[in-house]
């Protein structure tokens, strides 16, 4: 579900393509898993696999942080996320959150729609 919603913001390859890109990882995740009778290891190079496209993607717009990468993947999440509940989540201040923000809207990666209460935010990546 996660990776269709981010399919409406970035352009990212589909994860047969994903897949195919890393063939060899994905049968040593599948047998590992398989092995082990858990799944963490198949869902843990799923995951890398799409924060590697989506960092990539997010990278060639422009060279954001690892930090600005978080919060936009949290925004993706919930567009009506709070300054103070990404603060709490990315464990910054939200002074600092702001200013990532600011920064992020400068770049042109998002948009702020609606005031505090009601607005949202819009991931521009395309």
């Excluded at 996660?2 to 352009?11: D, G, M, N, R, W």
């Amino acid at each position: 579900m996660f990776f269709i919603k981010l399919q409406k913001y970035v352009y990212i390859k589909t994860v047969e393509t994903l897949i195919k890109d890393r063939q060899q990882e994905y049968y040593s995740a599948l047998e590992s898993s398989d092995n082990q009778a858990d799944s963490t290891v198949f869902i843990e190079f799923i995951v890398r696999a799409i924060r590697d496209e989506l960092k990539g993607g997010l990278k060639n717009k422009e060279q954001l942080t690892d930090r600005q990468i978080e919060i936009v993947n949290y925004i993706l999440v919930d567009e009506t996320i709070t300054k103070k509940k990404l603060a709490n989540k990315v464990g910054i201040n939200p002074s600092a959150i702001q200013k990532h923000l600011a920064k992020l809207k400068k770049l042109g990666v998002l948009e702020r729609i609606g005031g505090k209460r009601g607005g949202h935010w819009k991931v521009l990546l395309k």
